[in-house]
Nanobody, 121 residues
């Protein structure tokens, strides 16, 4: 059983910062890509940022220069540092990880439960 547990969401004023964390636990053989997605009311879920096991990163254009994704492989944890937050960043943020639970089982994607980020103007 694999679990992704997110923390760090909340309410912040425009221009402020938040740091999200997501820890993977359970039966884990290897974690490949990890990432953060978000879904605002009435909109589709979208990729915010992703990081490979080797540390290469990818960002949505809307967050480049403001958000930073990082990971601690020893702790099976991914982080999202969000600076200069804007009201349009308001959404539920979901952690995603491609995890292989054993050498004989293929990699599959797992999702966290989501954490609310609200940015007031």
């Amino acid at each position: 059983q694999v679990q992704l547990v997110e923390s760090g969401g909340g309410l912040v004023q425009a221009g402020g910062s938040l740091r999200l964390s997501c820890a993977a636990s359970g039966r884990i053989f290897r974690i490949n890509d990890m990432g953060w997605y978000r879904q605002a009311p009435g909109k589709q879920r979208e990729l915010v940022a992703a990081v490979t096991s080797g540390g290469s990163t990818n960002y949505a254009d809307s967050v480049k220069g403001r958000f930073t994704i990082s990971r601690d492989n020893a702790k099976n944890t991914v982080y999202l540092q969000m600076n200069s937050l804007k009201p349009e960043d308001t959404a539920v943020y979901y952690c995603n990880a491609d995890i292989r639970v054993s050498i004989v089982v293929h990699t599959r994607g797992y999702w966290g439960q989501g954490t609310q980020v609200t940015v007031s103007s």
